[in-house]
C-alpha cells in the first residue's frame, strides 16, 4: 500500500499511506477530497493507484494532513460542495482531532470568547485561572492537565506550542463540549483577565508561583498539583471576599496593584 517518497524537484511528495491517513483522519472519501480541493473527481484515486502528484498538489495534501485549521477551514469555504451528510461527518472528525483534550476545548472556547483577539500567553494565564477558581468553586477539575513548572512561566507548554505554530483563531466547536456551570466561569474569566495584556498577566502568574508548593508527577516533571491550586485558590476566594464570580475582578484589580507596587 505505502510507496516510499519520491523526489520531484529536491521536495518529498506525499506517500499513499499518507493519503489513506489524511482520508481517515478527517473522514472523508476519496472523491468528497477531491471535491473539497476543486480538483478532478479521480485525482486522489489516481494517486492511491500509483501516478504521482505534482509537487503542487504534494504539498496541499500535505499541508491539509499537518494542520487541521487549514484543512477545517477549507472545509467550511467549500461545504457547499460536499452532501450534508459528509460535511457533518468530516467536521466532527476534524474538530475532534483538534479538541482532543477538555484543555484544547476550554483554550478554544477563550479564544472563541475573544474573538480571536488573544495571543497564546495570555491564554495560558487564563486558563491558569479558570482551571484555579473551577476547583475552589466546584472541588472538581475543569480539564485534567497540571500546571508545569518551567522558567517561561508556560503552564501549559505542549498546548502554547501548538497555538504558536497553528496560530490562534475561532472556531465553530457548538455547544455540547462544556457544561453551562463550565462556560460560565470560563466567561467571567474572560472578561476579567482579558482586559490585562500578556506582560501584566505573565507578572500575575511569576508572581503567584512562588506561593505555590511545586510537586512531581509520574514523569518526574515539576508541577503544581490540582490539589495545591484548589487550596490556593479557596484561600483566596476567602481572603478576597469572593462570594461571586462577579466579584473576581476585585481579586485581580488588587493583585496588579500589589505587584506595580513591588515593582516602583
Not at 42 to 70: A, C, M, Q, W
Not at 127 to 145: R, T
Not at 156 to 168: A, N
Not at 192 to 198: A, D, I, Q
Amino acid at each position: 500500500m505505502g510507496k516510499d517518497k519520491k523526489k520531484n524537484n529536491e521536495e518529498e511528495l506525499i506517500t499513499t499511506d499518507d493519503i489513506f491517513s489524511l482520508l481517515n483522519d478527517y473522514h472523508i472519501g476519496k472523491k468528497p477530497l477531491a471535491k473539497l480541493l476543486g480538483w478532478g473527481e479521480t485525482t486522489i484515486i489516481r494517486y492511491i493507484d500509483g501516478d504521482t502528484p505534482t509537487v503542487e498538489y504534494s504539498n496541499k495534501l500535505l499541508t491539509l494532513l499537518n494542520d487541521p485549521v487549514y484543512y477545517l477551514n477549507i472545509l467550511d469555504e467549500n461545504q457547499y460542495k460536499l452532501t450534508g451528510v459528509a460535511y457533518r461527518k468530516s467536521k466532527r472528525a476534524v474538530l475532534s482531532k483538534l479538541l482532543s483534550t477538555k484543555l484544547d476545548v476550554v483554550a478554544q472556547y477563550i479564544i472563541n470568547s475573544t474573538k480571536g483577539q488573544t495571543c497564546a500567553p495570555a491564554i495560558q494565564a487564563m486558563l491558569y485561572y479558570a482551571q484555579g477558581f473551577y476547583l475552589a468553586i466546584y472541588d472538581v477539575e475543569l480539564f485534567e492537565d497540571d500546571y508545569k513548572v518551567n522558567e517561561e512561566n508556560i503552564p501549559y507548554p505542549k498546548l502554547h506550542k501548538r497555538m504558536v505554530e497553528r496560530g490562534i483563531q475561532p472556531l465553530d466547536i457548538g455547544d455540547s463540549l462544556l457544561s453551562e456551570r463550565e462556560k460560565e466561569l470560563i466567561l467571567a474569566i474572560v472578561d476579567v483577565f482579558n482586559w490585562y495584556g500578556p506582560k501584566a498577566l505573565e507578572a500575575i502568574l511569576s508572581y503567584e508561583k512562588i506561593s505555590l508548593k511545586v510537586s512531581k508527577d509520574r514523569f518526574n516533571d515539576n508541577i503544581i498539583s490540582k490539589n495545591t491550586l484548589k487550596n490556593y485558590f479557596k484561600d483566596i476566594m476567602e481572603q478576597y471576599n469572593i462570594n461571586s464570580m462577579m466579584k473576581i475582578s476585585t481579586y485581580a484589580d488588587e493583585r496588579m496593584s500589589q505587584i506595580k507596587s513591588l515593582v516602583r
